[in-house]
């Protein structure tokens, strides 16, 4: 029943009027609400940050004014003016990365290195356009081996400086890199490297990871993804986590070839995940050096690593040099090996520069541990999104505790599995309210498996909804190449895509259930509840993000975006819709797809912003008497 209030302000104003007056309110409380965190932030902060939290404060006063008048121009039925573009220097820019200006800040000791939005200085509001050289990129699977080398910043000439082992895996033809994934890392090739894996495991071979319990694997320091592109063949989910890199970025690369990545470094900061989401953490020739700040780096490593779960540590610093004593093997291996022995590691295999070690299945390993250096960490199923590296144990105690080898060999599906999850979906992060926090606890802690296949029945009708949208349109834009194959279904141009708010990851199962050749990057917004256990439990490939803040990656990564309500998810946020469309537009790739499900009105204001952008957009209406609305829009090629 519609309240008092509203029809007595909807007929002194009227629609439009109220639309006006409810905008100018939010607008309001933006500028207004930061009064309060800031003084506290300055009570709490060092003074050598005093000034960037007075400049953040200004910044977003400014921000949302800006807001205030466009979205007045909005509301007023007025046109909106597009973003001018940016200029060459933005081609490959990549928000919060700024070493130079962490030095500054005073960070040192590898925090410069890490992520820092804190930091970032307000630039002008502008759409990121590809480089002169950028070409579309050839269809997948073709597109995993060759790339067009306008597309990524490398050179010539750093190509030809990095070594041999980058020119075995990587060669250059005019304007084309090509892949040989026989060629990577320094073995005879990627398929014996992961056969000597499955031998160290006890496996006859590496088709028989998935039996072994062996589904996800963090791919630290991936190189140019040959590895990863080895296990995206075996059907199991990579993910590759690189520092971020101003040219020649592993990163940049495996997204190009259609590999699942994004940047990531735990110098001083967790990475954005829960604790016990991968099988296997695999590094190769990856420049971390694990027994340094009292070992935190490898506890990292122990955090994210399920029960039963393997790391994989490949180095050719192992190897005695000449006829010397192997000081280089004492001082790595042997090092690691040491610390191994105090988390309830075992040394479960070796082979040449390639060690193997198992985390333990039992919980009780902790408590019964000789030496008792290293404590277990006291907060439990924590959320982290950035936290500070911890000088414990952690997910002892979670009812997460399962070990690889007794999950189902299914995607999350059994009772009991649901039922953990039901117990552990309303641990939500600290600053969600009170109301919110309860209304998770009631929606999630009785999760049913019911309710769980609805969802993803849902997902399965929704998804070909969305197909039969965007497939005459796609291969309308796109006719036949030269040298092309017939286009079809499901062989097209959507490979990498983004789910920026993906729930249960239901989803990515459709795309599974449906033989779409794609994988998903599931993003689970910091302020919605955290299913993102569920998504990696799964096996498939999830990340903790704050939508206020830039996504770590590379511009011109992700082929498709798709958001389920997530500007309502937002609206009561204190970061602008405008700056999301912006950086929606960097990640994704020129001709890419957007696809926005959510109510009438904030469809209506997101089509503005579309047009802001540059998007080809349009509104369909469901049909379904909800007042719930799809957005679809296309990037265009903005060529120089």
Known sequence: MTPPWYKSVSSVFGLRGLLFFILAVVALVTVLAPLTSTSYDASTTSSTLVPNVY????????????????????????????????????????????????????????????????????????????????KIPLRWPLGRDIIW????????????????????LMLLEENQITFHSEDGLIFDGVKDYARQIAEMIGLGSDTEFAQAGIRTVLDIGCGFGSFGAHLVSLNLMPICIAEYEATGSQVQLALERGLPAMIGNFFSKQLPYPALSFDMVHCAQCGTTWDIKDAMLLLEVDRVLKPGGYFVLTSPTNKAQGNLPDTKKTSISTRVNELSKKICWSLTGQQD????????????????????????CKDG?????????????????????????????????????????????????????????????????????????EDTQIWISALKNYWSLLTPLIFSDHPKRPGDEDPLPPF???????????????????????????WVMNVVPVNAPNTLPIILDRGFAGVLHDWCEPFPTYPRTYDMLHANELLTLLSSERCSLMDLFLEMDRILR???????????????????????????????????????????????????
């Open 55 to 134: 400049s953040n404060y200004r910044r977003i006063k400014e921000q949302a004014a800006v807001d205030y008048l466009d979205l007045r121009s909005l509301s007023l039925g007025t046109s909106l003016k597009e973003f001018p573009l940016c200029g060459k220097e933005r081609e490959s820019y990549v928000p919060c990365y700024n070493v130079t200006g962490n030095l500054l800040a005073g960070l040192q000791e590898g925090d410069e290195l890490d992520r820092h939005c804190e930091f970032e200085r307000e630039n002008e509001r502008c759409v990121v356009r590809p480089p002169r050289e950028y």
């Open 149 to 168: 080398s306008g597309n990524v910043k490398i050179t010539k000439d750093q190509l030809l400086s990095s070594g041999t082992v980058t020119t075995r």
């Open 353 to 376: 520069e390639t060690f193997l070690w198992q985390k333990t299945t039992n919980s009780n390993c902790y408590s019964s541990r000789s030496q008792a250096s290293i404590p277990l």
């Open 381 to 453: 199923d924590s959320v982290p999104y950035y936290h500070p590296l911890v000088p414990c144990i952690s997910g002892t105690t979670s009812k997460r505790w399962i070990p690889i080898q007794n999950r189902s060999s299914v995607s999350l599906t059994t009772s009991a599995e649901l039922e953990i999850h039901g117990k552990c979906l309303f641990l939500v992060l600290i600053h969600c309210s009170v109301s919110l926090g309860t209304y998770i606890f009631s929606m999630f802690s009785g999760l049913k498996p019911e309710e769980f296949l």
């Open 492 to 518: 097209n141009m959507i490979r990498n895509v983004m789910d920026m708010n993906a729930r249960f990851g239901n989803l990515n199962s459709a795309l599974l259930d449906q033989g779409k050749s794609a």
């Open 590 to 640: 020129p001709e890419g797809w957007v696809v926005i499900s959510d109510k009438v009105g904030v469809i209506e204001m997101a089509r503005a912003l579309a047009t802001r952008v540059r998007w080809e957009a349009r509104v369909i209406d469901l049909q379904d008497g909800s007042d719930q609305r799809l957005l679809v829009c296309q990037k265009p090629f903005l060529k120089k």
